[in-house]
T-cell receptor, first 117, second 114 residues
Framework: KAGVTQTPRYLIKTRGQQVTLSCSPISGHRSVSWYQQTPGQGLQFLFE???????NKGNFPGRFSGRQFSNSRSEMNVSTLELGDSALYLC????????????????FGPGTRLTVT | DQQVKQNSPSLSVQEGRISILNCDYTNSMFDYFLWYKKYPAEGPTFLISISSIKDKNEDGRFTVFLNKSAKHLSLHIVPSQPGDSAVYFCAASAPENAGNMLTFGGGTRLMVKP
């Protein structure tokens, strides 16, 4: 079974530009979450999508947005890039959203390394 | 305000000995805790989890202990192997209204020396 794939793996952008990152979850998984990893802040939750609807959102500015398609693939977009947006962006998929105490394992992709210059 | 903290950024252990990685949390709503392992250029991979109704969960060489009154959990790896060298993250999950959102600690880099 193929794992979570993220494209591109590496990206260099200039301040002020915008960027779109893509995530393809494991086949059959309907929940996709995005995380930002930086040396100073660690892994921070960005948002989660399930069945094309945003379920949760972390404490990030409105420049960070996402969407999910009917095939569960997800994209995240960052507009007006800042130097501080340089990070590893990780996508995780899960078969479904947690409910009634059940916790479903999340599988992470290898990430997209974004460098903003 | 960090709700999940790993106060040791790094840990060095001799092969064959025990590795103990610690994690503290502040949010009493967390009811599920997980440990992930991360190698460079890869995403985190799930290791082991524990529900707040338990105080211990074991899986092979890995054991997680949870002390709810102290809001503290630890991961024990026995015996440690060089292949265990990686960054370890603890993470916490709140009940279903938070979906699949995980709150991560800052990570501890474990180095197992041959």
């Amino acid at each position: 079974k193929a794992g979570v794939t993220q494209t591109p793996r590496y990206l260099i952008k200039t301040r002020g530009q915008q960027v779109t990152l893509s995530c393809s979850p494991i086949s059959g998984h309907r929940s996709v979450s995005w995380y930002q990893q930086t040396p100073g802040q660690g892994l921070q939750f960005l948002f989660e999508y399930f069945s094309e609807t945003q379920r949760n959102k972390g404490n990030f500015p409105g420049r960070f947005s996402g969407r999910q398609f009917s095939n569960s693939r997800s994209e995240m977009n960052v507009s007006t890039l800042e130097l501080g947006d340089s990070a590893l962006y990780l996508c995780a998929s899960s078969i479904r959203v947690r409910s009634r105490g059940d916790l479903y394992e999340q599988y992470f992709g290898p990430g997209t390394r974004l460098t903003v210059t | 305000d960090q709700q999940v903290k790993q106060n040791s950024p790094s840990l060095s252990v001799q092969e064959g000995r025990i590795s103990i990685l610690n994690c503290d949390y502040t949010n009493s709503m967390f009811d599920y805790f997980l440990w992930y392992k991360k190698y460079p250029a890869e995403g985190p991979t799930f290791l082991i989890s524990i529900s707040s109704i338990k105080d211990k969960n074991e899986d092979g060489r890995f054991t997680v202990f949870l002390n709810k009154s102290a809001k503290h959990l630890s991961l024990h790896i026995v015996p440690s192997q060089p292949g265990d060298s990686a960054v370890y993250f603890c993470a916490a999950s709140a009940p279903e209204n938070a979906g699949n959102m995980l709150t991560f600690g800052g990570g501890t880099r474990l180095m197992v020396k041959p």
